[in-house]
């Protein structure tokens, strides 16, 4: 199977020096790699630049808009066969940097300034334009919580799901507890203790479905 991972964060400029970014550090999309990899697969892995967790062949990318540019420069895409969305991406970006009144633009910011305020506006989701990238596709999401209930989250994936038109979704958090959720549009299928455990069903269950069509 041709196969598509992204993982890592993505980090958003505050000004030519600075940015904000997450704690992700690129773990899961590694062993996600591996162990398609080991089972044969051909693998495209995107990761975050400042993922800790790497691999030689990985592509790297800054910002939400980068990836999605990479994914849609791929060749073929239309023959790939299963995409694992678990990249941590922004849901914002800086709009603008103030001082008091004044907009303090979004070169580098001199130490001047004793109070600053920043401006975020929310970001297009790239997991809405995946069915679109990868029609044929095997598509699970991610979604990390960390206030509400279990129920709540899976609800919350299930909706995901729907929405973005995707098969399935990995949640966990907080709100999950330890370990990590497989749900689909009908709710939470099953429960992994850790990323190794999820990885192997993952592979196993991208390969019952592949071989069923």
């Known amino acids: 199977m041709r196969v598509v991972i992204t993982g890592g964060p993505s980090s958003e ?5 600075r940015l904000i970014t997450n704690r992700s550090t690129g773990e899961l999309g590694v062993i996600l790699a591996q162990a398609f990899s080991q089972s044969g697969h051909d693998v495209s892995l995107f990761l975050g630049r400042l993922s800790q967790f790497r691999l030689p062949q990985a592509a790297y990318f800054d910002r939400n808009e980068d990836l999605q540019r990479m994914l849609g420069e791929m060749n073929e895409s239309k023959s790939v066969d299963v995409v694992l969305h678990a990249a941590a991406l922004a849901d914002f970006q800086v709009a603008a940097v103030r001082a008091g009144n004044i907009d303090v633009g979004l070169k580098k910011i001199g130490s001047e300034h004793e109070k600053l305020s920043l401006e975020l506006a929310p970001k297009p989701k790239v997991i809405a334009g995946l069915r679109d990238l990868f029609p044929k596709a095997l598509i699970v999401g991610w979604k990390l919580e960390l206030e509400g209930s279990r129920e709540d989250l899976v609800r919350e994936a299930a909706q995901q799901v729907k929405k973005n038109r995707t098969d399935a979704c990995v949640i966990n958090g907080r709100a999950f507890g330890d370990g990590f959720g497989f749900c689909t549009s009908e709710g939470l299928q099953e429960v992994f203790s850790s990323k190794p455990e999820l990885a192997s069903f993952l592979v ?7 071989g069923d069509e």
Do not use: C, F, S
């Open 13 to 17: 400029p505050i000004d030519d020096v």
């Open 204 to 210: 196993q269950w991208a390969e019952r479905l592949g």
